[in-house]
C-alpha cells in the first residue's frame, strides 16, 4: 500500500471490502446475496483537523499483522535554549521506512503520530468500544475521558534550506500558559530520540521528491512561517490511568474485542459521510426490488423538477453494483455527481447531514421517477362540516394526482393539521403528505437560564435565580417563569435588561421576540418594580471610579465598573433627591463596620443634608486628561463623597446636591453616572455590586448524568398543541385578521417504510449544538395504534427497525456508521468499507440519528 493510497482515494475506485462467507455459493438473488455483498462505501478524502496522538495509541487501533502501512517518519531534535518562552522543533525526514508491524520493535516511548480528523474519530471509536467492552463500563464515560484530553496547539510551521527540514516553533506567546505547560511535557526531555509518523500527508504540502519545494502555490517557502492549529490527545495522565487499566483487563480477560469483532480490522480508512444513509437505502428490500427491476421504464425525463432521469439512474447503477455477485467493493462517485447536480450543497467532499442528505436523495428520486408527466391544477377545497375521512381521502387523491412514484408508495404518509384561532375559535383542518418524521428530543424542547434579580428599594442583595424555559420560547416565557421562582406580589412587574460591559444593553421589553436571541454567554438582571411605577421616571445609575491605565505611565482613568441600579422616582426637587434614592438602592451592599470606626465621618449618612460640593478640576465622566495633573506632583482634590453626573444631554452635566434640579421627571428614564470615591468603595461591597452570572455556563470537565428518553416521548413532544410564534401568524377567514393561532398535528396515514429522524442538532442565530441523549427505540414492535388519529383495519400501525444511520462526534464534524438487520435479527456495521457482525443489544446507542422501520 503506497502512501499516495493512503492520503487521497482520488484514484482508488476498487477498496478492501469484507466477505461473510467467503465459501457461499453466489446466488442471483439478491436475498441469498445479503450477507456476503453488503459493502461499505470509501469517500474522497477531504482535508480536515490534524491530530497528535501517541504511536502507540494509534497503532492499538491498526491490524498491523494484516496490513503494512507506509507513514512519512521523522527524527526530531530540539533547540531549546529559551524553553521557558519558545519551543523549537526540527523535523528531518528519514529514509523511506515502513513499519512492519511486528511487535513493539523498534517503538520509544517518545513516538508520537499525526492522523487526520476521520481517521481519529474511528480509532478513538475503536479505543472506547474496547475499553468499555474489557472494563465493563459505559462507553459515553470512556469517551467523554477521551474528549476531554484533547486540545488545541498553535504551531508555527516553516522550512529550512539549510537543513533540508521542517521548522516547528511553539511559543508561549501563540498558547495560553497551561497548554504551553502540557507541550512542554510532551516535546522537551533529555535524553530519548523523538519521532513523529505523519499518516495524515499534511508535510507532503512542504517536501516534494525528497527536496524542498520551490513551488509558488503551496504553503512552506523557505523561511516563510505558517501559523496552524493542532489537536493534541492523549498524553495526560488520565490517559495512561485509563489504558493501564484496559491493559489488566486484558491480560486477566484475554484481547480485547472491538465492535464485537473478531478483531480482524483494516488499518486506515478514510472518513466516511452521510452516505451511512444510502446503506440504509441499499437494504430496503422493497427499494432494492424496484432498482433491481426494470425501473428505467418509469424515469420521467420531462419532469422539470427532476434530472432527466441521470439521478435515478445513477442510483439504480449503484444499487446493482452493490448487489451483483462477486465482492468488489463500490466508490460512490459518479452516484455523489449526479446528487450533487440536484443538490449542489451536497457538492465536494466535506461532511453532510445524513437526515439532509437523505431528505434531497428521496425527493430527487422521486421527481426523476414521477409516473405523472403533465400534472394537473387542483384546488383544495374547504372541508368545513364535512366528515374528515371524507376530507383528509380528497386531499390525499389530489397529492397522488401530482406525486406518484414508488417513493410515495413506500415512505409518504399523511398527517393532520389543525389550526385554532385564539380570538373568534375559527379552526382550520389540512391533511397534508409527510416523508419522515422529524422528532424532537425533549430535553433539546427546554433550556435552562440564569438571570440576576435586583431590588429597586435596596431591600435584598442581587439574587441569581435558574429557571427553565422552552428553547423556542419568547419572553414572555422567561418572565412568567422568572416571576414564579422569586414569587413575584401581585402589585409588582419585572424589568428584565441585558447588561454588556457595565450598562444596560437592552431592554427585552418585548414579550412575542425569541429567547434565541439570548445567547449562554450574555448576563441579564430583572429589576423587581412596583406596577404603580408606570407613572414615575426610571432612574437608571451607572457607577464609575479610578483605575490604574495600560499605558507605561501608570496614569488612573475613569472606569465604568458593577451592574447599573434602577429606582423610580416621581418627584424630583433637588439634587439630594437623587443622592437620598442611591444610597438607598446601597443599603444592603453596606459592609460590616468595626466599633472603633463609629468615630470617622461617615458621608453616606448625610441623605438628608444640603452639601456643598466643590467643584473638580475636569469632569471624571469621559475625561482621562482629569488626571494630567498627577504627572507634575499635583492631585487634583476629590471629595470623599459620590457625585453625581447627568448624562441624557449632549454633555455631562454634575448635579449639585444643594441646588433645585433642571431635570423634568417627565422623561422616562434618567440615566445618572455616579462618581465612587474610594472611601465608599470601601465602605459598600462592590464585588457583590460586580458579580453577575452568564446565562448559561458549562461546567468544564464535568461529566453530566446520561439522558435518557423513550422514543413515543419523542413522538408526543411532536405532536403537541403549541402556539405558532409571531412570524407564522395565521390569517383566520373569519376575524379577516392574522392571529397567533395554536397548531396541533396528528398522524393519519402511516407509510409502509417509516423514517424516523432524531433532531440531535439544534441551530439558532447565534449558537448551535448537538445532543447527545440516549433515545430508547424499539426495534422488534413500534406500536403507532395509540398516536394514530385515522384507524385503518386493514393496515397494521406496527413496525419492525431494520436499519439506523449513526452519527459519532459533535458540530465540528464527526463519523458517521450504520447498523443494519440482514434478516433474522442478524444485525452488522457499516463503517467506511468495513462490515462487523454486532448483536441487538448494540445497536442502540446515544449515536443513533436516523432509524429506518418497515411495518410488519
Same mark, same amino acid.
Given at each position: 500500500?503506497?502512501?499516495?493510497?493512503?492520503?487521497?482515494?482520488?484514484?482508488?475506485?476498487?477498496?478492501?471490502?469484507?466477505?461473510?462467507?467467503?465459501?457461499?455459493?453466489?446466488?442471483?438473488?439478491?436475498?441469498?446475496?445479503?450477507?456476503?455483498?453488503?459493502?461499505?462505501?470509501?469517500? *474522497?478524502?477531504?482535508? @480536515?483537523?490534524?491530530?497528535?496522538?501517541?504511536?502507540?495509541?494509534?497503532?492499538?487501533?491498526?491490524?498491523?499483522?494484516?496490513? /503494512?502501512?507506509?507513514?512519512?517518519?521523522?527524527?526530531?531534535?530540539?533547540?531549546?535554549?529559551?524553553?521557558?518562552?519558545?519551543?523549537?522543533?526540527?523535523?528531518? /525526514?528519514?529514509?523511506?521506512?515502513?513499519?512492519?508491524?511486528?511487535?513493539?520493535?523498534?517503538?520509544?516511548?517518545?513516538?508520537?503520530?499525526?492522523?487526520?480528523?476521520?481517521? %481519529?474519530?474511528?480509532?478513538?471509536?475503536?479505543?472506547?468500544?474496547?475499553?468499555?467492552?474489557?472494563?465493563?463500563? !459505559?462507553?459515553?464515560?470512556?469517551?467523554?475521558?477521551?474528549?476531554?484530553?484533547? #486540545?488545541?496547539?498553535?504551531?508555527?510551521?516553516?522550512?529550512?534550506?539549510?537543513?533540508?527540514?521542517?521548522?516547528?516553533?511553539?511559543?508561549?506567546?501563540?498558547?495560553?500558559?497551561?497548554?504551553?505547560?502540557?507541550?512542554?511535557?510532551?516535546?522537551?526531555?533529555?535524553?530519548?530520540?523523538?519521532?513523529? %509518523?505523519?499518516?495524515?500527508?499534511?508535510?507532503?504540502?512542504?517536501?516534494?521528491?525528497?527536496?524542498?519545494?520551490?513551488?509558488?502555490?503551496?504553503?512552506?517557502?523557505?523561511?516563510?512561517?505558517?501559523? =496552524?492549529?493542532?489537536?493534541?490527545?492523549?498524553?495526560?495522565?488520565?490517559?495512561?490511568?485509563?489504558? @493501564? @487499566?484496559? +491493559?489488566?483487563?486484558?491480560?486477566?480477560?484475554?484481547?480485547?474485542?472491538?465492535?464485537?469483532?473478531?478483531?480482524?480490522?483494516?488499518?486506515?480508512?478514510?472518513?466516511?459521510?452521510?452516505?451511512?444513509?444510502?446503506?440504509?437505502?441499499?437494504?430496503?428490500? @422493497? =427499494?432494492?426490488?424496484?432498482?433491481? !427491476? $426494470?425501473?428505467?421504464?418509469?424515469?420521467?425525463?420531462?419532469?422539470?423538477?427532476?434530472?432527466?432521469?441521470?439521478?435515478?439512474? +445513477?442510483?439504480?447503477?449503484?444499487?446493482?453494483?452493490?448487489?451483483?455477485?462477486?465482492?468488489?467493493?463500490?466508490?460512490?462517485?459518479?452516484?455523489?455527481?449526479?446528487?450533487?447536480?440536484?443538490?449542489?450543497?451536497?457538492?465536494?467532499?466535506?461532511?453532510?447531514?445524513?437526515? $439532509?442528505?437523505?431528505?434531497?436523495?428521496?425527493?430527487?428520486?422521486?421527481?426523476?421517477?414521477?409516473?405523472?408527466?403533465?400534472?394537473?391544477?387542483?384546488? +383544495?377545497?374547504?372541508?368545513?362540516?364535512?366528515?374528515? $375521512? *371524507?376530507?383528509?381521502?380528497?386531499?390525499?387523491?389530489?397529492?397522488?394526482?401530482?406525486? &406518484?412514484?414508488?417513493?410515495?408508495?413506500?415512505?409518504?404518509?399523511?398527517?393532520?393539521?389543525?389550526?385554532?384561532?385564539?380570538?373568534?375559535?375559527?379552526?382550520?383542518?389540512?391533511?397534508?403528505?409527510?416523508?419522515?418524521?422529524?422528532?424532537?428530543?425533549?430535553?433539546?424542547?427546554?433550556?435552562?437560564?440564569?438571570?440576576?434579580?435586583?431590588?429597586?428599594?435596596?431591600?435584598?442583595?442581587?439574587?441569581?435565580?435558574?429557571?427553565?424555559?422552552?428553547?423556542?420560547?419568547?419572553?414572555?416565557?422567561?418572565?412568567?417563569?422568572?416571576?414564579?421562582?422569586?414569587?413575584?406580589?401581585?402589585?409588582?412587574?419585572?424589568?428584565? +435588561? $441585558?447588561?454588556?460591559?457595565?450598562?444596560?444593553?437592552?431592554?427585552?421589553?418585548?414579550?412575542?421576540?425569541?429567547?434565541?436571541?439570548?445567547?449562554?454567554? &450574555?448576563?441579564?438582571?430583572?429589576?423587581?418594580?412596583?406596577?404603580?411605577?408606570?407613572?414615575?421616571?426610571?432612574?437608571?445609575?451607572?457607577?464609575?471610579?479610578?483605575?490604574?491605565?495600560?499605558?507605561?505611565?501608570?496614569?488612573?482613568?475613569?472606569?465604568?465598573?458593577?451592574?447599573?441600579?434602577?429606582?423610580?422616582?416621581?418627584?424630583?426637587?433637588?439634587?439630594?433627591?437623587?443622592?437620598?434614592?442611591?444610597?438607598?438602592?446601597?443599603?444592603?451592599?453596606?459592609?460590616?463596620?468595626?466599633?472603633?470606626?463609629?468615630?470617622?465621618? &461617615?458621608?453616606?449618612?448625610?441623605?438628608?443634608?444640603?452639601?456643598?460640593?466643590?467643584?473638580?478640576?475636569?469632569?471624571?465622566?469621559?475625561?482621562?486628561?482629569?488626571?494630567?495633573?498627577?504627572?507634575?506632583?499635583?492631585?487634583?482634590?476629590?471629595?470623599?463623597?459620590?457625585?453625581?453626573?447627568?448624562?441624557?444631554?449632549?454633555?455631562?452635566?454634575?448635579?449639585?446636591?444643594?441646588?433645585?434640579?433642571?431635570?423634568?421627571?417627565?422623561?422616562?428614564?434618567?440615566?445618572?453616572?455616579?462618581?465612587?470615591?474610594?472611601?465608599?468603595?470601601?465602605?459598600?461591597?462592590?464585588? =457583590?455590586?460586580?458579580?453577575?452570572?452568564?446565562?448559561?455556563?458549562?461546567?468544564? #470537565?464535568?461529566?453530566?448524568?446520561?439522558?435518557?428518553?423513550?422514543?413515543?416521548?419523542?413522538?408526543?413532544?411532536?405532536?403537541?398543541?403549541?402556539?405558532?410564534?409571531?412570524?407564522?401568524? %395565521?390569517?383566520?377567514?373569519?376575524?379577516?385578521?392574522?392571529?397567533?393561532?395554536?397548531?396541533?398535528?396528528?398522524?393519519?396515514?402511516?407509510?409502509?417504510?417509516?423514517?424516523?429522524?432524531?433532531?440531535?442538532?439544534?441551530?439558532?442565530?447565534?449558537?448551535?449544538?448537538?445532543?447527545?441523549?440516549?433515545?430508547?427505540?424499539?426495534?422488534?414492535?413500534?406500536?403507532?395504534?395509540?398516536?394514530?388519529?385515522?384507524?385503518?383495519?386493514?393496515?397494521?400501525?406496527?413496525?419492525?427497525?431494520?436499519?439506523?444511520?449513526?452519527?459519532?462526534?459533535?458540530?465540528?464534524?464527526?463519523?458517521?456508521?450504520?447498523?443494519?438487520?440482514?434478516?433474522?435479527?442478524?444485525?452488522?456495521?457499516?463503517?467506511?468499507?468495513?462490515?462487523?457482525?454486532?448483536?441487538?443489544?448494540?445497536?442502540?446507542?446515544?449515536?443513533?440519528?436516523?432509524?429506518?422501520?418497515?411495518?410488519?
Amino acid at each position: 500500500m503506497d502512501n499516495d493510497y493512503l492520503f487521497s482515494s482520488e484514484d482508488d475506485d476498487h477498496l478492501f471490502d469484507l466477505d461473510f462467507q467467503p465459501n457461499s455459493s453466489r446466488q442471483n438473488s439478491y436475498y441469498n446475496q445479503r450477507t456476503n455483498n453488503s459493502r461499505g462505501f470509501l469517500d *474522497e478524502d477531504d482535508r @480536515e483537523k490534524v491530530y497528535l496522538v501517541p504511536y502507540r495509541w494509534w497503532k492499538e487501533a491498526q491490524n498491523v499483522l494484516a496490513d /503494512k502501512v507506509d507513514g512519512v517518519l521523522y527524527e526530531v531534535s530540539s533547540n531549546n535554549g529559551n524553553a521557558d518562552s519558545e519551543i523549537v522543533l526540527d523535523l528531518k /525526514k528519514k529514509e523511506v521506512y515502513q513499519d512492519s508491524g511486528n511487535g513493539d520493535g523498534g517503538v520509544s516511548f517518545h513516538e508520537y503520530a499525526l492522523v487526520p480528523e476521520g481517521v %481519529w474519530l474511528r480509532a478513538l471509536k475503536r479505543h472506547t468500544d474496547a475499553k468499555a467492552a474489557v472494563m465493563d463500563v !459505559g462507553s459515553s464515560s470512556i469517551l467523554d475521558d477521551h474528549l476531554n484530553d484533547v #486540545f488545541p496547539l498553535q504551531i508555527r510551521l516553516s522550512v529550512s534550506r539549510e537543513t533540508n527540514s521542517l521548522v516547528v516553533k511553539i511559543s508561549l506567546e501563540d498558547n495560553k500558559v497551561d497548554i504551553y505547560k502540557r507541550a512542554c511535557d510532551i516535546f522537551i526531555f533529555t535524553s530519548e530520540v523523538l519521532h513523529i %509518523w505523519d499518516f495524515s500527508g499534511q508535510t507532503t504540502q512542504f517536501f516534494m521528491n525528497d527536496t524542498i519545494s520551490s513551488s509558488s502555490d503551496l504553503p512552506g517557502q523557505p523561511g516563510e512561517e505558517v501559523l =496552524l492549529e493542532l489537536q493534541v490527545h492523549g498524553f495526560s495522565d488520565s490517559m495512561t490511568e485509563i489504558n @493501564e @487499566e484496559m +491493559a489488566e483487563h486484558s491480560n486477566c480477560n484475554g484481547a480485547a474485542k472491538m465492535n464485537g469483532s473478531n478483531g480482524d480490522l483494516n488499518s486506515y480508512t478514510t472518513p466516511s459521510n452521510s452516505l451511512s444513509a444510502i446503506q440504509c437505502l441499499a437494504h430496503t428490500p @422493497e =427499494l432494492v426490488d424496484f432498482f433491481l !427491476g $426494470e425501473y428505467q421504464k418509469e424515469i420521467n425525463y420531462e419532469n422539470p423538477l427532476g434530472l432527466n432521469g441521470e439521478l435515478a439512474l +445513477a442510483f439504480g447503477d449503484l444499487i446493482r453494483k452493490l448487489w451483483a455477485p462477486g465482492a468488489m467493493p463500490v466508490s460512490p462517485r459518479l452516484f455523489k455527481l449526479k446528487l450533487a447536480n440536484f443538490a449542489p450543497q451536497f457538492s465536494g467532499y466535506n461532511q453532510h447531514d445524513s437526515q $439532509e442528505f437523505l431528505a434531497f436523495l428521496l425527493d430527487g428520486l422521486h421527481e426523476d421517477l414521477n409516473r405523472v408527466k403533465c400534472k394537473p391544477y387542483v384546488e +383544495a377545497k374547504d372541508g368545513e362540516g364535512l366528515p374528515e $375521512e *371524507e376530507v383528509a381521502e380528497e386531499y390525499w387523491r389530489n397529492h397522488r394526482a401530482r406525486n &406518484d412514484s414508488v417513493i410515495v408508495d413506500l415512505c409518504q404518509g399523511q398527517y393532520r393539521s389543525m389550526l385554532v384561532c385564539p380570538v373568534c375559535k375559527k379552526v382550520s383542518v389540512t391533511f397534508d403528505p409527510l416523508m419522515y418524521l422529524s422528532l424532537p428530543l425533549p430535553s433539546t424542547t427546554m433550556r435552562t437560564m440564569t438571570v440576576t434579580i435586583l431590588s429597586t428599594d435596596g431591600s435584598t442583595l442581587p439574587t441569581p435565580v435558574t429557571v427553565t424555559v422552552p428553547k423556542c420560547g419568547r419572553f414572555k416565557d422567561l418572565i412568567e417563569a422568572l416571576s414564579i421562582s422569586c414569587s413575584l406580589g401581585n402589585d409588582e412587574k419585572l424589568l428584565v +435588561a $441585558e447588561i454588556y460591559k457595565n450598562k444596560i444593553f437592552r431592554l427585552l421589553d418585548e414579550p412575542s421576540d425569541s429567547l434565541a436571541l439570548i445567547r449562554d454567554q &450574555d448576563k441579564l438582571v430583572a429589576y423587581r418594580l412596583r406596577k404603580d411605577s408606570e407613572t414615575s421616571s426610571l432612574v437608571v445609575f451607572m457607577h464609575q471610579r479610578k483605575e490604574k491605565s495600560n499605558s507605561f505611565r501608570g496614569l488612573l482613568d475613569w472606569k465604568i465598573f458593577g451592574t447599573p441600579l434602577v429606582a423610580s422616582l416621581s418627584d424630583l426637587r433637588k439634587g439630594s433627591d437623587i443622592r437620598e434614592v442611591f444610597l438607598k438602592l446601597l443599603n444592603s451592599f453596606l459592609m460590616p463596620v468595626d466599633d472603633e470606626s463609629n468615630d470617622s465621618d &461617615d458621608a453616606g449618612n448625610m441623605a438628608n443634608e444640603d452639601l456643598v460640593v466643590e467643584d473638580v478640576i475636569n469632569s471624571p465622566v469621559l475625561d482621562n486628561d482629569a488626571v494630567s495633573d498627577s504627572e507634575t506632583g499635583d492631585e487634583p482634590h476629590l471629595s470623599d463623597d459620590f457625585r453625581f453626573y447627568y448624562m441624557d444631554s449632549k454633555e455631562p452635566s454634575e448635579i449639585k446636591m444643594n441646588e433645585p434640579v433642571s431635570i423634568s421627571c417627565s422623561n422616562q428614564v434618567l440615566n445618572i453616572l455616579v462618581y465612587w470615591p474610594e472611601k465608599m468603595i470601601e465602605k459598600y461591597d462592590t464585588c =457583590l455590586l460586580s458579580s453577575l452570572m452568564e446565562v448559561f455556563r458549562p461546567q468544564l #470537565f464535568t461529566r453530566k448524568p446520561q439522558e435518557s428518553v423513550s422514543l413515543y416521548k419523542c413522538l408526543e413532544a411532536f405532536l403537541k398543541e403549541e402556539p405558532l410564534g409571531p412570524e407564522d401568524m %395565521w390569517y383566520c377567514p373569519r376575524c379577516k385578521k392574522h392571529r397567533q393561532a395554536s397548531k396541533k398535528l396528528d398522524l393519519w396515514r402511516l407509510p409502509d417504510i417509516l423514517v424516523i429522524h432524531l433532531k440531535r442538532f439544534s441551530y439558532s442565530r447565534y449558537f448551535k449544538s448537538k445532543l447527545e441523549t440516549y433515545v430508547d427505540f424499539p426495534v422488534d414492535d413500534l406500536d403507532l395504534s395509540n398516536y394514530i388519529t385515522h384507524r385503518n383495519i386493514q393496515l397494521s400501525n406496527r413496525y419492525t427497525l431494520y436499519a439506523i444511520s449513526n452519527h459519532y462526534g459533535g458540530m465540528g464534524g464527526g463519523h458517521y456508521t450504520a447498523f443494519v438487520d440482514l434478516g433474522h435479527k442478524r444485525w452488522y456495521e457499516f463503517d467506511d468499507d468495513k462490515v462487523y457482525p454486532v448483536s441487538e443489544d448494540m445497536v442502540k446507542t446515544c449515536a443513533a440519528y436516523v432509524l429506518f422501520y418497515r411495518r410488519i
